[in-house]
T-cell receptor
């Protein structure tokens, strides 16, 4: 069974440019998470989806970050415009439902903003 | 105060040693507890859940102390392959579901 797929794996952009990350969760998983992980820190939740509904986006910086999961399957996270401080690894995870114990993570997208 | 706190380490231990990590959490309403493992430049993966009665999986033992609000992970007979960062994870509530990761404890097992 395929795991969580993310692309691109690496992205280097200049500040003020837009960037988008894509995630395809494990088939049948209704819950999808986007996390941000800085070096030496644990993942921090940006947004959680239940199917196509964003049920927790309280930590998403909405002035520059946006996300969508239109058909309740794959999802896109966008940053516009990117800032130097956005350099981090962006992880996508999924689970069958939010109350399920285990979250399955994708390999992440490593973003460098110059 | 962070909601989930861990000693960042690193813990440097020889093969065969026993090593223990603690993690404290601040919210008494926390309901579920886990340890995840993250290898360098890889994604986190679930190592084990932590139950009130404690649980053991091979060389790994996890304990929960609700009164003192901490969980622990004990690794016996350390292997080189145990070298990784161990993330403590706490889940709050059911209706207001929220997962919080600690910053992780780095472990290096040397030959």
């Amino acid at each position: 069974e395929a795991g969580v797929v993310q692309s691109p794996r690496y992205k280097i952009i200049e500040k003020k440019q837009p960037v988008a990350f894509w995630c395809n969760p494990i088939s049948g998983h209704n819950t999808l998470y986007w996390y941000l992980q800085n070096l030496g820190q644990g993942p921090e939740l940006l947004i959680r989806y239940e199917n196509e509904e964003a049920v927790d986006d309280s930590q998403l910086p909405k002035d520059r970050f946006s996300a969508e999961r239109l058909k309740g399957v794959d999802s896109t996270l966008k940053i516009q415009p990117a800032e130097l401080g956005d350099s981090a690894v962006y992880l996508c995870a999924s689970s069958p439902q939010s109350s399920y114990n285990e979250q399955f993570f994708g390999p992440g997208t490593r973003l460098t903003v110059l | 105060r962070k909601e989930v706190e861990q000693d960042p380490g690193p813990f440097n231990v020889p093969e065969g040693a026993t090593v223990a990590f603690n993690c404290t959490y601040s919210n008494s309403a926390s309901q579920s507890f886990f340890w995840y493992r993250q290898d360098c430049r890889k994604e986190p993966k679930l190592l084990m859940s932590v139950y009130s009665s404690g649980n053991e999986d091979g060389r790994f033992t996890a304990q929960l102390n609700r009164a003192s609000q901490y969980i622990s992970l004990l690794i016996r007979d350390s292997k080189l392959s145990d070298s990784a960062t161990y993330l403590c994870v706490v889940t709050l509530g059911t209706g207001g579901f929220k997962t919080i990761f600690g910053a992780g404890t780095r472990l290096f097992v040397k030959a």
